[in-house]
């Protein structure tokens, strides 16, 4: 057999993956990588991380750097927007996106049902007798925090009498903790708190026992991604499931298959479901149901 880099050579292969994230810091793109690292060892390939760090300069910079010792590209980035992407990589480069802002048709893509997700969650909580409904958001130009957003807001406009409740967060446990201490000081507390992720579900809960408000009794949380700590916590979280680890191993998979076989012109956009999660943290403890469903019962 012969040896990898003189194949590489022959085949102008690299047998590495470039991978581009926002971060590379906490449970949800340490899942994400898991399902990427195993497609990749199942296909015999390496993996070359980037990150973003929410900056468009580093997003360009990354992609430049990857360009010449990847045979394709993941690339999750707020930043790489159709502009970014056409100015630093090569145009026959296979490259998957996820969860991002380029037009459909533009690259293969996968995405998740965030705006689903969301009102999945508001017509939980609405269900369960909350009213004046709190949301911490994500960073600014982010398309999952942003499509989450959106969930949340029309589920508010169509609701009679609800009146949208938005605090400031960035995805990070930190902020979650500043927004449930915000909502501790307020005169009007809300009856609920919807963070855009779970590790800002987290961060609040945490402020919220602190302060000795109780979760459930005075106010419910929910979160959203399923991260595996969330079960784990007291009370366990309510939250909307992303199959994060499933995401990354099916973008791997098509991505293999454009270096394998060639481009064939499919530049689709594959959204996959989300669930509803409910713990005991919102007060009523179900099974998963698709996000999708009306209600849960």
Do not use: W
């Given at each position: 057999?012969?040896?990898?880099?003189?194949?590489?050579?022959?085949?102008?292969?690299?047998?590495?993956?470039?991978?581009?994230?926002?971060?590379?810091?906490?449970?949800?793109?340490?899942?994400?990588?898991?399902?990427?690292?195993?497609?990749?060892?199942?296909?015999?390939?390496?993996?070359?991380?980037?990150?973003?760090?929410?900056?468009?300069?580093?997003?360009?910079?990354?992609?430049?750097?990857?360009?010449?010792?990847?045979?394709?590209?993941?690339?999750?980035?707020p930043h790489a927007d159709a502009g970014v992407l056409a100015a630093n990589l090569p145009a026959g480069l296979p490259t998957v996106?996820?969860?991002?802002?380029?037009?459909?048709?533009?690259?293969?893509?996968?995405?998740?049902?965030?705006?689903?997700?969301?009102?999945?969650?508001?017509?939980?909580?609405?269900?369960?007798?909350?009213?004046?409904?709190?949301?911490?958001?994500?960073?600014?130009?982010?398309?999952?925090?942003?499509?989450?957003?959106?969930?949340?807001?029309?589920?508010?406009?169509?609701?009679?009498?609800?009146?949208?409740?938005?605090?400031?967060?960035?995805?990070?446990?930190?902020?979650?903790?500043?927004?449930?201490?915000?909502?501790?000081?307020?005169?009007?507390?809300?009856?609920?708190?919807?963070?855009?992720?779970?590790?800002?579900?987290?961060?609040?809960?945490?402020?919220?026992?602190?302060?000795?408000?109780?979760?459930?009794?005075?106010?419910?949380?929910?979160?959203?991604?399923?991260?595996?700590?969330?079960?784990?916590?007291?009370?366990?979280?309510?939250?909307?499931?992303?199959?994060?680890?499933?995401?990354?191993?099916?973008?791997?998979?098509?991505?293999?298959?454009?270096?394998?076989?060639?481009?064939?012109?499919?530049?689709?956009?594959?959204?996959?479901?989300?669930?509803?999660?409910?713990?005991?943290?919102?007060?009523?403890?179900?099974?998963?149901?698709?996000?999708?469903?009306?209600?849960?019962?």
């Open positions: 057999m012969p040896h990898a880099a003189a194949r590489s050579l022959i085949t102008r292969r690299t047998d590495t993956i470039g991978v581009l994230l926002p971060d590379l810091h906490g449970e949800f793109f340490s899942e994400l990588i898991r399902g990427i690292d195993a497609a990749s060892r199942a296909s015999g390939r390496h993996l070359l991380i980037s990150s973003s760090h929410g900056s468009e300069a580093e997003a360009a910079q990354a992609l430049r750097m990857l360009q010449g010792r990847v045979d394709g590209l993941l690339v999750m980035s996106l996820l969860n991002t802002r380029v037009a459909p048709g533009s690259y293969p893509a996968f995405s998740v049902d965030n705006y689903g997700g969301a009102a999945a969650m508001m017509r939980h909580l609405f269900a369960g007798g909350r009213r004046r409904i709190a949301f911490i958001g994500g960073p600014d130009n982010n398309f999952d925090a942003d499509e989450r957003l959106r969930g949340y807001r029309d589920a508010i406009a169509a609701r009679s009498g609800a009146n949208e409740i938005v605090l400031r967060g960035d995805f990070t446990e930190s902020s979650g903790y500043r927004a449930g201490l915000d909502i501790c000081a307020g005169s009007e507390r809300p009856d609920a708190i919807f963070a855009a992720n779970d590790m800002m579900a987290l961060g609040c809960l945490f402020a919220l026992t602190e302060k000795g408000v109780a979760v459930p009794d005075d106010i419910a949380l929910a979160g959203f991604d399923d991260v595996p700590i969330a079960r784990f916590v007291t009370p366990p979280l309510t939250t909307v499931r992303v199959r994060i680890a499933d995401l990354g191993r099916r973008a791997f998979e098509r991505l293999a298959e454009l270096i394998d076989d060639g481009d064939d012109g499919a530049k689709t956009t594959e959204r996959l479901d989300c669930e509803l999660v409910v713990r005991l943290s919102s007060g009523r403890h179900d099974e998963a149901s698709p996000a999708s469903a009306a209600d849960t019962s």
